[in-house]
């Protein structure tokens, strides 16, 4: 099920996420914004292969967040829900 909301900077994420997707799905994964708070906590949802991959802590860490932090700095927290 995706998503359904609208968040100023929502377009931005997506964007910045469709920089990394190629890498998650080369290897049969991808990600999911679940929801962008009011605080500007962009929670995300590895999915397919990278959400029950025990390196899944790391692609979250060093290629989601940091591209996150990286090209939407107004987000102030990244977090995934099923991070193994």
């Given at each position: 099920?995706?998503?359904i909301?609208?968040?100023?900077?929502?377009e931005k994420?997506?964007?910045?996420?469709?920089?990394i997707r190629?890498?998650?799905?080369?290897?049969?994964?991808?990600?999911?914004v679940?929801?962008?708070?009011?605080?500007n906590?962009l929670?995300?949802e590895?999915m397919?292969?990278?959400?029950?991959?025990?390196?899944s802590?790391?692609?979250?860490?060093g290629?989601?967040?940091?591209?996150?932090r990286?090209?939407?700095p107004?987000i102030?927290?990244?977090?995934?829900?099923?991070?193994?």
């Amino acid at each position: 099920m995706e998503a359904i909301f609208e968040h100023p900077l929502q377009e931005k994420i997506e964007i910045a996420l469709d920089k990394i997707r190629p890498y998650l799905k080369a290897d049969g994964g991808d990600v999911r914004v679940l929801e962008i708070t009011q605080e500007n906590t962009l929670r995300l949802e590895l999915m397919g292969a990278c959400g029950s991959c025990s390196m899944s802590a790391m692609t979250f860490k060093g290629g989601i967040e940091d591209t996150i932090r990286r090209e939407v700095p107004e987000i102030l927290k990244v977090e995934a829900t099923n991070i193994n």
